[in-house]
Structure formats: structure tokens, C-alpha cells
């Protein structure tokens, strides 16, 4: 399987306006512990501002769940190299 953004690919990010913007599937940039990630947004439980999101990397490993307020934009053009 090919990964959707291969490392170190430039991508476009939009800031997120509210839970309402992101579903499963989407590709986030997002903190994860002290570092920061583009991952996919794999599941989503909850509702409103206490909706979690399920982030996983492109090999399908499941990095675990993050509030809102560790996505700080979703991917919107990946750019060829």
C-alpha cells in the first residue's frame, strides 16, 4: 500500500475553524506528546468540544486519541516533488 504523503513532502494546511470541519479520514497536522505529526484521522468519538479524535500513521498504526486542540490544521493540497 502507498501512503497518501510520502516523508517530507510539502503539503498545504488549513486552520480549523470547529469539530464540525474534521471526519474520519482527513489528514491533520497535530501534537503528539513533544513532537508534531501529519497523521489520519482514523475514528472519532464524542460530541462537540469533548470529541476525540483516533489518529494513525500511513503504515495503519494506531498512535492513539487527541483533543481538538492538539489539531492545529488539516491538510488541503499535497504538493508533487
Known sequence: ??????????CTYAPIAGPEELK??????????RYH???LISAIKGDGKDRLYQISNNKGHV?????LEKIFG??????PD
Open 63 to 67: 498512535n492513539g486519541w487527541i483533543p
Open 24 to 33: 474520519k479520514g482527513d489528514i491533520v497536522f497535530c501534537n503528539v506528546g
Open 37 to 39: 505529526f501529519t497523521h
Open 74 to 79: 488539516k491538510v488541503v493540497e499535497i504538493h
Open 1 to 10: 500500500m502507498m501512503p497518501k504523503i510520502r516523508s517530507r513532502q510539502r
